[in-house]
């Protein structure tokens, strides 16, 4: 007598268990293949419009050496009391302490040491923060007698070998000239020689000499012969 199968109530066969499947592993779709590449996961990102408008920033306190002076953990610190305002078309520095009464011992040879940064914001900040101090009506009387400490870290960022710090060097000594005057003469001979060295560069030669001409402005002429004798091919403006 041919026996029967029962098959319990609710209970489906092997072969109903393996339909469409037969013990094969999922498939993937198509899109989630492709977020499993490192490289195109990379490539899938999206960029915002923000991110034109804010370069990008260094946690000064990461690992790894990503900026050149102690100013970026300075000013992360408080050190310099302002912070950047992030605009549209550009940035501006907005002071929680107005200019005319912020300490240029230590907060103008701090930003003059921040002048090497090339690292945003620190690199605004510091340039910005220079400019807008000696910008104050008491600013020459304020820093000339901190030049001995200001000459310092300006030299270490003229004689850079990024052009970009040299140049924001450049219109700093410009500015500082502009405060101080003739005060700075007695500092030129250490300033000048990294202009000397940069003057046959094509590119740089005419905002150099727009410099020298800013400095025998400002200084008078006791400061012709000492740019004379960094650069013996200056030509003066009282000429």
């Known amino acids: 007598m041919a026996s029967t199968r029962q098959v319990k109530p609710g209970h489906k066969g092997s072969s109903a268990t393996n339909r469409g499947g037969s013990g094969r592993a999922p498939v993937k779709s198509a899109s989630a293949s492709a977020l499993d590449d490192p490289a195109l996961r990379s490539a899938a990102k999206v960029t915002r419009p923000s991110d034109k408008l804010n370069p ?64 945003h914001p620190y690199s605004f900040v510091a ?40 140049e924001a060097a450049l219109d700093a000594l410009v500015q500082l000239s502009r405060a101080v005057g003739p005060a700075l003469n007695p500092h030129l001979k250490n300033l000048l020689v990294a202009l000397a060295k940069r003057m046959m560069n094509k590119n740089l030669k005419e905002t150099i000499t727009y410099a020298l001409h800013e400095l025998e402005q400002n200084g008078g002429r006791e400061c012709l012969p000492v740019i004379k004798s960094k650069i013996p091919t200056y030509s003066s403006i009282f000429s």
Request: a positive charge; one cysteine or more.
């Open 56 to 119: 990008k920033t260094v946690d000064p306190f990461s690992g790894g050496k990503k900026y050149k002076t102690s100013f970026a953990s300075v000013y992360a610190n408080g050190g310099v009391p302002c912070r950047l305002v992030h605009g549209s078309v550009k940035h501006k520095l907005a002071w929680s302490t107005p200019p005319e009464h912020v300490p240029f011992d230590p907060v103008l040879v701090t930003l003059a040491e921040g002048l090497r940064e090339t690292v």
């Open 127 to 166: 340039r910005a923060g220079f400019k807008e101090l000696l910008d104050i009506p008491a600013a020459g009387e304020m820093a000339a007698p901190l030049l001995v400490k200001i000459v310092q870290p300006l030299r270490a960022a003229l004689g850079d070998s990024e052009v970009t710090v040299f």
